[in-house]
């Protein structure tokens, strides 16, 4: 008995656990964050992104080394253009993110279509970054997320950060 339950309680823990699911913006596209991470206050937010393309919306853990950034943006992105815009994407972070190194770029199916899912580690100026970041059109806008991680915490919050990548449901 004692086996099945230490059996037991290692599965549930090693599932990760969620929040409440978040609608983005004014959508019904839904994701569940990282337990325990919460909205992030402004003053973080534009201390983090201080080039004025800031997300509106970002939750993270405590200390804001690990986020997850979402976001609708204007500018449109139909599924027919996924490509052209993944090769646009990828020269624009080429050029301007500090020795960038691609972990995957590539377009997959996810929630009913495709989207971009691009994962890059970086340097920043006092750290080193694990990114991914999640894109596909809506309702002619672009739908954006970014998974964001010191490269020391991503190892900690990887299996949450997927998860919560996986969790990203569009309406049906």
Same mark, same amino acid.
């Given at each position: ?15 990760? *656990? ?12 839904? =994701? ?56 646009? =994407? ?6 301007? *993110? ?48 970014? =998974? ?5 915490? =991503? ?12 969790? *990203?449901?569009?309406?049906?």
């Amino acid at each position: 008995m004692k086996r099945i339950t230490v059996l037991l309680l290692t599965i549930l823990i090693s599932f990760p *656990v969620f929040a409440d699911p978040i609608k983005v913006a004014e959508t019904d596209v839904t =994701f569940a964050p990282p337990d325990g991470f919460k909205a992030l206050p402004q003053e973080i937010i534009d201390l983090k992104w201080p080039n004025k393309r800031a997300p509106k919306f970002v939750v993270g853990n405590d200390n804001a080394s690990t986020t997850v950034a979402y976001d609708i943006k204007p500018n449109n992105l139909p599924q027919k253009d996924l490509v052209d815009a993944q090769k646009v =994407f990828t020269d624009i972070f080429e050029k301007i *993110v500090p020795d960038i190194e691609w972990e995957k770029n590539e377009i997959i199916e996810h929630s009913g279509q495709k989207w971009l899912l691009m994962e890059m580690t970086s340097r920043a100026i006092d750290t080193n970054i694990y990114n991914i970041m999640f894109a596909t059109g809506y309702k002619g806008q672009m739908l954006m997320f970014n =998974f964001n991680s010191t490269k020391e915490d =991503f190892p900690k919050y990887e299996k949450q950060l997927r998860a919560s990548l996986k969790s *990203v449901q569009l309406p049906k």
